[in-house]
C-alpha cells in the first residue's frame, strides 16, 4: 500500500505562496499519475491539478481557478511532487490532498482515478 506523506501549507495572507509537497517513502513517484485536490468546508473535493506519470511525458493539468497562479511539478531526484501556489485567495482556502495512481495514466482531476491519498493540509488564505 502507498503511503502519500504531505508536508507545507499553513496560514498565508492574501497574494502570498506557500508550497506543498507530497512523498511516497519506499516507491518510485514518477512512475504514478500525481493529483492535487482540495476540499473546503461544505463543499466536494475538486481536482486543482495534476501531472501523469514520466511514460505519458509528465503532462499536466490545471483547474481554471488556479491556472496561471499554481504550478505542479517533479523532483526525480528527491522522489517528490509539489505544488507551488502563488497569488493566493481567500477562496483558496481549503483542505488540500495528494493523490496517486500507478502509471502509465494520463492524469486527470477525477477523484475516483486515484488509489492511494495522502493525510490532507490545511491551507488558509487570510484577506
Known amino acids: 500500500q502507498v503511503q502519500l506523506v504531505q508536508s507545507g501549507g499553513g496560514l498565508v495572507q492574501f497574494g502570498g505562496s506557500l508550497t506543498l509537497s507530497c512523498a511516497a517513502p519506499?516507491?518510485?513517484?514518477?512512475?504514478?499519475?500525481i493529483g492535487w485536490f482540495r476540499q473546503a468546508p461544505g463543499k466536494e473535493r475538486e481536482g486543482v491539478s495534476c501531472?501523469?506519470?514520466?511514460?505519458?511525458?509528465?503532462?499536466?493539468y490545471y483547474a481554471d481557478s488556479v491556472k496561471g497562479r499554481f504550478t505542479i511539478s517533479r523532483d526525480i531526484a528527491k522522489n517528490m511532487v509539489y505544488l507551488q501556489m502563488n497569488s493566493l485567495k481567500p477562496e483558496d482556502t481549503a483542505v488540500y490532498y495528494c493523490?496517486?495512481?500507478?502509471?502509465?495514466?494520463?492524469?486527470?482531476?477525477?477523484?475516483?482515478?486515484?488509489?492511494?491519498w495522502g493525510q490532507g493540509t490545511q491551507v488558509t488564505v487570510s484577506s
Open positions: 519506499g516507491y518510485v513517484l514518477e512512475y504514478y499519475a
Open positions: 501531472i501523469s506519470d514520466s511514460t505519458n511525458d509528465g503532462g499536466t
Open positions: 493523490a496517486a495512481v500507478l502509471g502509465p495514466w494520463r492524469c486527470k482531476p477525477v477523484r475516483n482515478s486515484y488509489d492511494h
